[in-house]
């Protein structure tokens, strides 16, 4: 499943691969962990989001105090002190 425009070329990026508008690719390593399991409708739930208007998509998680942390596609971790009480936390990949 596609993460979002990760790189800001304007095109769609998979996980792990860069893919321009031409069809062309390259590697990357950076993990966009945007999903979670809901355990009463036995799905995930997948949302990427822009969080600090520069363009990129960017990545989001759950911390053990169940905290709401952005995670910045550069590179920057922000800790909201959103406490997301229902939220199971989550697992690595």
């Not at 860069?18 to 949302?47: K, M, P, Q, Y």
């Not at 990129?56 to 909201?80: A, C, F, H, M, P």
Request: charged residues 20%.
């Amino acid at each position: 499943m596609p993460y979002g425009d990760i790189n800001g070329d304007g095109a769609v990026d998979w996980p792990g691969y860069f893919v321009d508008a031409d069809g062309n690719g390259s590697s990357h390593n950076f993990t966009l962990n945007r999903c979670s399991e809901n355990s009463l409708r036995l799905r995930r739930h997948c949302i990427s989001a822009d969080f600090n208007n520069d363009g990129l998509t960017d990545g989001w998680s759950i911390d053990s105090s169940r905290n709401l942390q952005l995670i910045i596609t550069q590179g920057d971790v922000v800790n909201t002190n959103i406490i997301l009480a229902n939220a199971p936390l989550r697992r690595s990949n």
